[in-house]
């Protein structure tokens, strides 16, 4: 039976929802899954993976839990204990830590490396890939001794397939590469949950007319549990920073929900986030192009409609 690894990211201390779908993404009767993550106190997250499958929780511990925050003594960890349990297959989501930490193990293991997956055939070894700010879809067969793969988060919805998840504990003996530590992350203006990973997510254009008025996007999110995004003329404007961009040149989103707020709609919009499960516009122009391609169009003023919005979500929590 080969045995596929499902690495395991973490926010606040539990399990990040859209790995779900990586996991979903590598469930196959004939393989066995194994969830790699870091630290003792992952044990806890055995009666969580036991519903999608996973047959080995491992966590993986140092001596000095400090070492891994240096992505660089992360990747080694996950590669010992690739070529301890005799994994050739690693799932993982391209998300911000995906994105730092897979290319690392791939180039250590001159391994191939798919990042962005919209599905992977695990039995031809294939997997759909979008090209070309999603004008196309790649299908890639990948050979090797080992191949790595990042899922695009919340594209693959989760599906359960029940097992006995057994805990191994993994220590990660080898040398501590002490030149790189992160001693700081601070949170982007997006919000707590990442872009790239948010289930809803609420954007604002040109519309919005300045910076300060993305507070009322901000409190709307608050309740709803979502991200903040915008469009690249918010960004060029100064309104909000780029890492709030949505698009093709900034982040691609696969969100549940996405809320455009006073978006026109543009291609290079729209490329960053056509995978969305439900697209609502709010928009002054009926003809604005998001209003024919999303799913639920509000022809309106955003400034009367979010806060309406706001004021019914928190009186219906
Ligand atoms: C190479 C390249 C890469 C690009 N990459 C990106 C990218 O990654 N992301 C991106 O977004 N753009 C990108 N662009 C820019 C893109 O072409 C558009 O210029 C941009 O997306 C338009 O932003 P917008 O929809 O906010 O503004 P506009 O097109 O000006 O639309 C503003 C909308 O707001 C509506 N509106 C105004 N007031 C209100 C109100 N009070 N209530 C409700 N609606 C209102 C208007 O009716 C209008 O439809 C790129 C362009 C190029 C050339």
Redesign the pocket.
Known sequence: MEKIAILIETRQGEIKPSLYGVITAAQDAEHELLALAFGADTARFADQLKPYGIHHLVTITAPSARSFSNPDNRARAIIRAMDHFDIRTLFALTSLAGKDLLPRIAARLDAPLVMDCLAVNLVDSTVEKPQFSEKTIATIRVTGHHRIFGIRPNMIEPKTMPVETETVVFNYQGTADDRLEVVETRQGKSGAIDLSEAEIII???????NGENFQILQECAQVMGAAVG???????NGWVPHSM???????TVCPKLYI??????????F??MKTAGTIVC????PD????QQCDYGIA??????IPALTRQLKAHR
């Open positions: 954007s604002g254009g040109r519309g919005m007319k915008a469009s690249r003329v918010a960004v060029d961009q949505v698009g093709q040149t900034g982040t455009a707020c006073g978006i026109s709609g543009s291609i290079q919009h490329a960053g709010i928009n002054t122009d604005a192009a998001m209003m309106g003023d955003l400034f009367k409609i």
